[in-house]
């Protein structure tokens, strides 16, 4: 079964509008941590945010939120005014307990800002 | 700001040769990984290490080999390449924490094995 799900294979928004990309996370470890990258198309993978599975508030990070979801297991990405610089793949990434070791990434979103 | 410098964006080799993708991070962190990325597959975790000397295999290390000489170098190696492991490489390093700190990437490295 897959840990982390992103239903979207691709979307598009045009400029200016917000935009939530889904991801639904199955673990049964209480202590996890959840992660957004951007992928633009030049390769780098870009840090967005972070969510600890104890964190009592949404985490923000500029026109970033997350929409934690504990008992749906969501973690759904929101991008405010979104930019034609947001076009790129998006990957939400889950961490299972208090290690450092790997992160399992879901398969991606391909988001496209329209003019 | 975290830097994470691999070695090359594109390399071309051929069958059988072995190859080396190098990784350098200057942000002194203790945990370095290794990925590879193809289309509809996403990231997949090849080794990690979290400390001088040692590494861990990850999902799918068969057919690679890594190595972590110093701190801030983190090597993989394809003994002997195959066109199977044409695909992007990542690199990635992370401080050691309570699982809160997140990965910075390098740029990738996209090689093909002709």
């Known amino acids: 079964a897959q840990k982390i799900t992103q239903t979207q294979p691709g979307m598009f928004v045009q400029e200016k509008e917000a935009v939530t990309l889904d991801c639904t996370y199955d673990?049964?470890?209480?202590?996890?941590?959840l992660f957004w990258y951007k992928q633009p198309s030049s390769g780098e993978m870009i840090f967005l945010i972070y969510q600890g599975s104890y964190d009592q508030q949404n985490a923000t990070e500029g026109r970033y939120s997350l929409n934690f979801q504990k008992a749906r297991k969501s973690a759904n990405l929101v991008i405010s005014a979104s930019q034609l610089g947001d076009s790129a793949m998006y990957f939400c990434?889950?961490?299972?307990?208090?290690?450092?070791?790997?992160?399992?990434f879901g398969k991606g979103t391909r988001l496209h800002i329209l003019p | 700001d975290v830097k994470v410098t691999q070695s090359s964006r594109y390399l071309v080799k051929r069958t059988g040769e072995k190859v080396f993708l190098e990784c350098v991070q200057d942000?002194?962190?203790?945990?370095m990984f290794w990925y590879r990325q193809d289309p509809g597959l996403g990231l997949r975790l090849i080794y990690f290490s979290y400390d001088v000397k040692m590494k861990e295999k990850g999902d799918i290390p068969e057919g690679y080999s890594v190595s972590r000489e110093k701190k801030e170098r983190f090597s993989l190696i394809l003994e002997s390449a195959s066109t199977n492991q044409t695909s992007m490489y990542l690199c990635?390093?992370?401080?050691?924490?309570?699982?809160?700190?997140?990965?910075?990437f390098g740029d990738g490295t996209r090689l093909s094995i002709l």
């Open positions: 990635a390093s992370s401080l050691s924490g309570n699982g809160n700190q997140p990965q910075h």
């Open positions: 990434a889950m961490r299972e307990g208090g290690r450092d070791d790997k992160i399992i």
């Open positions: 673990t049964s470890d209480p202590s996890y941590g």
């Open positions: 942000m002194d962190h203790e945990n």
